[in-house]
């Protein structure tokens, strides 16, 4: 009987793998065994996304309506003002959002006024008492600090895949380059977010391989998002059959057993669950979501729909300022 949930820095592709593959039944009981270890299992967190900066995106992420690479009808958009920016985020905070995460379709972040006008951001995303997240692509370990300085609660910047089916998705950057990004938010002391997608043509083997690869890290990332792949008309990803809702419970209760303490995010993709099947995202260890209609470029159940979900789901929003 395994009753020890402290965390574990020594997971194997293959021993996830198993834990993956257990009767379901087993396997979320196990998950919310971990989960009750750390977590209040009524609450969620509800997290708003902002793209404050779409489209044109040199980088090749074959997923990806942003990318350059690809014709979709996502409208180009230079980097907003920090007015408006910060309008957003209060908003958010009305709707009862704890954390406000603003995405940038960047390679990386550049010095100069665009990433000086992304810092003034993050202080006033701080000052309204909110959370605050930015994935901006890659970053410098002193550019990390600066957003640190800014008062940064986490940064955002996702594995996607395993290391072996990572070239088959992105040719632009390397899974390196991923690493040391984030090892770069790491020593700055901003927590890291990090997770991925399913349903992108990967393995299970994969699925379990990219979760091995971030419950090794010490610490584990504070918060692992878990994507079901929103295929957009335009990427190459556009016609992959959609994923059995199924499988997203049992990546989350793998990556909630694998890192007990962190924040598990069920992500992109609830356009396409039922609220069952939510609630068994739940079960199985998800304790946040993003709220709003709008991911960052594609549709996600509004708040009304949510505020009907949590009802009848018996679950509390986290409350801001904690
Ligand atoms: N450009 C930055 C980067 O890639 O780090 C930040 C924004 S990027 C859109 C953030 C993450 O959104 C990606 O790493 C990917 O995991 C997720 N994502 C993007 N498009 C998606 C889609 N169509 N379906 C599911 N997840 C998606
Ligand atoms: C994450 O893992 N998922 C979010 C957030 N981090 C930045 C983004 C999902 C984007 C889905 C496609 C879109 O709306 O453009
Ligand atoms: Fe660019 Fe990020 Fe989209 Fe990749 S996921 S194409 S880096 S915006």
Same mark, same amino acid.
């Given at each position: 009987?395994?009753? $020890? ?18 009767? %379901? ?26 793209? %404050? ?11 990806? =309506? ?6 979709? !009808? ?9 007015? $408006? ?12 959002? !704890? ?42 370990? +002193? @550019? ?11 940064? /955002? ?11 088959? &998705? #992105? ?25 991925? #997608? ?18 090794? @890290? ?7 998002? +878990?994507?079901?792949?929103? =295929? ?8 992959? =059959?959609? &994923? ?7 990546? #989350?209760?793998?990556?909630? %057993? ?15 669950? !039922?609220?069952?099947?939510? *609630? ?6 998800? /304790? ?10 594609? =549709? ?7 505020? *009907? ?14």
């Amino acid at each position: 009987m395994m009753t $020890d949930t402290s965390p574990r820095h020594d997971w194997t592709a293959g021993e996830l793998r198993e834990i993956y593959e257990l009767p %379901i039944t087993e396997l979320v009981f196990r998950a919310q065994s971990a989960h009750r270890e750390f977590h209040d299992p009524a609450k969620v967190q509800k997290c708003t996304l902002l793209s %404050i900066k779409t489209g044109a995106c040199p980088e090749d992420c074959a997923y990806c =309506p942003q990318s350059a690479h690809y014709q979709t !009808s996502v409208e180009k958009e230079a980097l907003l003002e920090v007015a $408006d920016v910060l309008g957003a985020a209060q908003d958010a905070k009305a709707s009862g959002s !704890s954390r406000f995460c603003m995405g940038a379709a960047w390679r990386q972040v550049r010095d100069g006024d665009q990433f000086e006008r992304v810092l003034e951001m993050v202080r006033g995303v701080r000052a309204l008492g909110l959370e605050a997240c930015c994935t901006l692509g890659m970053v410098t370990e +002193v @550019q990390a600090q600066r957003l640190a300085e800014a008062g940064l609660t986490a940064y /955002n910047h996702n594995l996607d895949t395993s290391p072996e089916y990572y070239g088959e &998705i #992105i040719t632009t950057r390397t899974y390196e380059e991923r690493l040391t990004t984030l090892a770069n938010v790491r020593k700055a002391g901003v927590t890291v977010c990090s997770g991925g #997608i399913i349903g992108m043509g990967e393995s299970i083997q994969d699925r379990a391989a990219m979760l091995a690869v971030l419950a090794t @890290q010490n610490p584990h990332p504070e918060s692992v998002p +878990v994507n079901a792949l929103v =295929p957009v008309e335009g990427t190459p990803l556009a016609g992959q =059959p959609p &994923i059995d809702p199924l499988e997203l419970v049992r990546m #989350i209760a793998t990556a909630r %057993i694998a890192m007990p303490k962190s924040r598990v995010r069920l992500s992109a993709g609830r356009m396409s669950l !039922s609220d069952e099947a939510q *609630a068994l995202c739940f079960l199985a260890g998800a /304790n946040s979501i993003f709220a709003g209609d709008k991911l960052l470029t594609t =549709p996600n159940p509004g708040e009304d729909r949510d505020q *009907a979900l949590f009802e009848k789901l018996g679950l509390e929003a986290e409350p801001v300022g904690v």
